[in-house]
């Protein structure tokens, strides 16, 4: 056993490397229109690779053998997005210093962002990627790339902006797009008064692992929503312990009330710009802006 050991540990690590590389390769790319480029390219690979083992086809051999390195040329060129993603997502990784620092930094921004547009009773309605991209949604609005703060938050969703008409969407603690589409849940919500920026918060942190938070512009209330969970009316001290537990320490697993329970009674008046979100052109299905004025 012992000699095993000494004689196949490289294979070991070498096995473990390959599995931890192909794990991210997967986080990296699913949920994106790159993950389908990718799933039909390796089946179309290994077809042409069995067949011509199998069926000796010399030719195919040739071309599959020649066009490796052009190939993975092409990869770069194809998944340059995706690729750019996972060199963010590692340069933020919690092993690199100043990460921590960093992201509080950005949730007090953030905090602060939210409650001066409560105040002001200006709606708005951000989503924070995660894991899982909101490349899909991002091509609906536009595309930014742009430092955080809460004059920037202000200036996007003040009525007469431009931009206002839609879900600011958040990714590595930095505005990557405004004037997002989200799409809207099709769950059955009790309350009649739920306005479609909360419907569309709920929708797509149904599809993916965002959090998407909403401020009421009849109301200036704040709400939180997580794995289709919507939380609503809360108070500054309860919506900052929220973002922390979430982002920071990942404490976020204590059961809430039921969902429809929140949604029933509480911020009875739905928001008079939700009302008026789609517009009289046709748009597709299940899918509105955020905002309108």
Known sequence: MWQFFIDHWRDGIEILVLATCIYQIYRAFRAT???????????????????STVFRFEV?????????????????????PELRSGLAKLGSNRLFQLYGRRRIDFLERL??????????????????????????????????????????AYSVFYPKSPLHDGGMIIA????????????????????????????????????????????????GSISISENGD??????????????????????????????????????PVADSSDRDLVSDKTKPDGWVHGHTS
């Open 33 to 51: 229109r790159g993950a389908q480029i990718l799933v039909g390219l390796g089946t179309v690979l290994i077809v042409l690779a069995l067949a």
């Open 172 to 219: 590595d603690e930095r505005v990557a797009g405004a004037a997002c589409v989200f799409p809207v849940t099709e769950r059955e919500i009790a309350d009649r008064s739920t306005g479609l920026r909360h419907r569309a918060a709920i929708g797509l942190t149904e599809r993916t692992d965002a959090v998407c938070v909403v401020v009421s512009e009849e109301t």
């Open 60 to 80: 195919i051999q040739w071309i599959l053998t020649r066009a490796a390195a052009v190939l993975a040329l092409a990869l770069i060129v194809i998944f340059q």
């Open 111 to 152: 905090g602060d962002a939210v409650l001066n547009l409560s105040k002001k009773r200006v709606g708005a309605l951000f989503a924070i990627q995660q894991e899982i991209s909101l490349k899909e949604q991002l091509e609906t609005g536009v595309m930014l790339d742009a430092y955080f703060s809460p004059e920037l």
């Open 230 to 267: 919507l939380i609503r009316n809360l108070s500054e001290e309860e919506f900052r312990d929220k973002l922390s537990k979430i982002f920071v320490t990942g404490k976020n697993n204590e059961p809430d009330n039921n969902p429809d329970e929140q949604l029933d009674g509480e911020d």
